[in-house]
């Protein structure tokens, strides 16, 4: 049985139960306020939870928009390959690198035919010992992308194993052909003169010094070059030389090397097979090579060459050089434009 009892600081009545079977309207007031609270409580979270994953999501998004231009920047792409089936999964950088569409279907075997043949062999060895190994490598490697652009690309790879077992490979490709054409002209300004395209003194020294069997050595002065500086200037002296570098080039293609050892002085190796008769006849032809006249503006001139031959029998680099430079200047002596053929060791 219910009641209706009125509280002095209440204004309207308060239903109370007392047999106990049916809750009251307080109670029923007060759960439902906490219910209130509770959920007001989880969706104040759920909206600090959004807020929190939006911000990361910002952050993401920036941070991939700051890798993306600093791989642009550097040249750099990362490459994933899934050993199960081969399937590829590249960065735009990648992608930019091969000349492919960003985000176009790529597939391994198509890629691989973008590496030099070198290059290839070099790549599938690595490859396949970093996955046996469960290791990684590094590989400078020289691609045709599918625009026909040459390129030298830097490429790391590192295996991941789930059980022991090797499931993918990745790792990053760089750009690297400005480097590459720097590092080659750089080796090649140290080695090579960059008038006539011959080695240089240096060169020619390291090679005399690393052959352990030389047929003989050709040192070669030019005949009349002081008067071309002279009367047609430097430029015209430089003319010079780069066609002489050509004849020689041409005249001594079948021998070991030839080279400007400075100024007008050049020299050519030969090989040991090469008996006197031979050193003769090349002398010859070289002598014969330099005679056309030379073309500059709207003239030509003319110069000669002379040669000193030493043999090697058991001369050092050192000692054949000196007998061939004593040879040379018996040419001169003897009138320019021939040859001479230093004596054989006793």
Known sequence: MDEVCAHPSSRSPVLIHLDGDTPGREEITVER??????IAALQARIEDQARFIDAQALSLAHSRKIFERASAVARIGVWECRLEDEVLTWTDAVYRMFDLPVGSAVDRETTLGCYSPESRVRLDTLRSEAIAERGGFTLDAEIVTALGNRRWIRLTATVECEGGIPVRIFGMKQDITEEKILADRTRYLAEFDTLTGLPNRTSFYGRLTRMDRLGALLLL???GFK???????????????????????????????VARIGGDEFGVVVGATIGTQGLATLAKRIIAAMVPPIAWGQGTFTIGVSIGIATMVSHS????????DMALYAAKADGRGTF????PAK
């Open 227 to 257: 008067q071309v500086n002279d009367l047609h200037g430097h430029m015209a002296g430089d003319a010079c030389l780069a066609e002489v570098g050509r004849r020689l080039k041409e005249t001594c293609r079948h021998t070991e090397f």
């Open 221 to 223: 002065d030019l005949d």
């Open 33 to 38: 306020r906490e219910d209130a609270q509770v």
């Open 317 to 324: 680099p050192e000692d054949l050089f000196a007998e061939a």
């Open 340 to 343: 001479r053929l230093a004596p």
